[in-house]
Structures are given as structure tokens and as C-alpha cells.
């Protein structure tokens, strides 16, 4: 697969993302700032780090199962891997200016 190939499953990878929403947060998660890592491999597998807003997160199986699910319909992925990490912690500064705005922290 050439970089280029990557690069536009990544953009597609970032587009599905942009669709999944923690319940109690009316900002995708891609916006918050909770997905760390997204690598493509060579075989049309995904490995995604992500984290969440708060390690007690009620929502946390849901909205891993939903990016999983919903990375795996993007046409030319295989299968997604999702580790959920708390390194770096999460903060508010991870979150694009849109959703400080959003979310009133601005």
C-alpha cells in the first residue's frame, strides 16, 4: 500500500471518527481530542489509540465498540484494533478550538 493510499484511508478513518460522540458531550470525539494515534498498516488493518475525557468514563465500552465498528465499514479496512490508553492524560487543551467554542471554554 503506498503512502498515499494511507494517507486518504486515514482522512476516511478521521471522517467515521467525527461521527462518534460521548453521550454526555455534544462534541465528536475526534474534536475532543480523545483519539492519539490512527495507523494504517500494510494489510488494510487500523490500530487507533484513544483515550477518554475521564478514566471512569460510564460510556467507555459503548464508544469503543462504535469506533471499532464503524472504522471496519470504511471500504478498504479488514479490521480495527482500538487500545484505549491514558498516557498522555487527557485535557482540555487536547480539543480543537471548535470544541473549546462548542463546549464553552473559550
Known sequence: MTQEEKSELEGRIVDIIKTVYDPEIPVDIWNLGMIYRIEVNDDHSVDIDMTFTAPNCPAADF????????????EGITSANVNLVFEPE????MMSEEARVELGFE
Open 90 to 93: 487527557w485535557d482540555k487543551s
Open 63 to 74: 464508544i469503543l465498540e462504535d469506533v471499532r465498528t464503524k472504522v471496519e465499514s470504511v
